[in-house]
């Protein structure tokens, strides 16, 4: 049986973790203030100490108790909330000491958002707390799309909240705001594009203490087969291959999915981890080849994706 909001409410103020959905992928929930709850998540996602967790808050006032706003910052802010929130978009900025160290990886900055889902909103307000939250898996591994992914990768889990689909499917936007503009650190749904209508983009190089965002590793969001993209893979049984495509599957693969028979990179995106998870289940599938998609829109954090998945094999 799916857990109620309340009940997973009392579990977050009572320090534990929650799975919930959002509209980009299932998020692995703790209070945010409070640095052992933080504590729990990484050692359940098995996640690397340096990795900094994203802060959800219900609503964009809540930013002022958890960042500092360099004079100047606010009005910019200010539209890009009022812009993209709820949504896919994080935005780092520098961190108050109300933040423990442990859910920002011990950077001096901490990244916001406000998600756009009714459960997630619901389940901030209830809590009465800001929610530290990552994505619902074990580090590296597929990001979940389904309270059903979430069981699987984190069976010992005793509170997921079932809210469908994400309507998305990839992780937000993660920018920075240097001084003069935005700096992306992670690709998503919202782009450079959509954002360069409402500030421009820095020309400076990005920097967070001297470290890159872990967004920007090379390796990530891998299935546990090897994923090569199509044209760059080594000579293959396509009996044993599955195959990735947009929109027309070839014949003879091991299994073929194919993310949007109309070509719309936003369902594509949507589908992306549900069909590699399926990739990843089916025992005939040794090896992944998967077709690039177009690098327009949401298409370059999808590529981003396939990208970092391949990683290790190229
Ligand atoms: O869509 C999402 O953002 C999902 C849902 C659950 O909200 N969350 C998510 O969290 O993708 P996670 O932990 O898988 O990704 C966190 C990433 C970090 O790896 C890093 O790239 C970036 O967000 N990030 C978070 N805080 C940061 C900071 N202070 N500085 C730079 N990057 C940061
Ligand atoms: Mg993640």
Redesign the pocket.
């Given at each position: 049986m799916s857990a109620s909001i309340k009940q997973a409410a009392d579990i977050i103020r009572s320090g534990g973790l929650v799975a919930f959905p959002?509209?980009?992928?299932?998020?692995?929930?703790a209070n945010a203030l409070d640095s052992l709850a933080a504590a729990k998540i990484f050692e359940l996602k098995e996640?690397p100490a340096f990795?900094?967790?994203?802060?959800?808050i219900a609503d964009p006032e809540e930013i002022n108790g958890l960042a500092v706003i360099r004079p100047g910052l606010a009005q910019n802010i200010k539209a890009l909330a009022a812009k993209f929130w709820p949504g896919?978009l994080?935005i780092?900025l520098p961190?108050k000491a109300s933040v423990p160290d442990i859910v920002?990886?011990g950077?001096s900055?901490?990244?916001l958002?406000v998600?756009d889902n009714k459960i997630?909103l619901e389940l901030i307000r209830q809590s009465g707390c800001p929610l530290a939250?990552?994505?619902?898996?074990k580090f590296g591994r597929l990001?979940p799309t389904t309270a059903e992914h979430v069981r699987q990768q984190l069976p010992e889990l005793e509170c997921i909240l079932d809210g469908g689909s994400a309507k998305?499917g990839?992780?937000?936007t993660?920018i920075?705001l240097p001084k003069d503009g935005f700096a992306i650190?992670?690709q998503?749904a919202i782009t450079a594009e959509d954002l360069a209508k409402i500030l421009p983009v820095s020309r400076q190089p990005v920097k967070?203490n001297g470290?890159a965002?872990?967004?920007?590793?090379r390796s990530?969001y891998s299935p546990g087969k090897p994923l090569y993209l199509l044209g760059a893979e080594p000579p293959l049984d396509k009996s044993r291959t599955g195959c990735l495509v947009l929109q027309k599957a070839p014949a003879g693969f091991a299994r073929t999915e194919a993310l949007s028979p109309q070509g719309d990179l936003r369902a594509a995106a949507a589908n992306l981890f549900s069909a590699l998870h399926r990739l990843e289940a089916d025992r005939a599938v040794e090896y992944i080849v998967a077709e690039p998609v177009p690098e327009e829109g949401i298409g370059l954090a999808i590529m981003d994706k396939l990208r970092k998945a391949s990683f290790r094999w190229k």
């Open positions: 959002t509209e980009t992928v299932y998020g692995l929930g996640r990795d900094p967790l994203i802060v959800h896919p994080t780092v961190k920002t990886a950077l900055t901490v990244g958002r998600p997630a939250a990552p994505s619902a898996n990001s998305i990839l992780e937000s993660v920075a650190l992670r998503g967070n470290l965002s872990p967004g920007l590793l990530h």
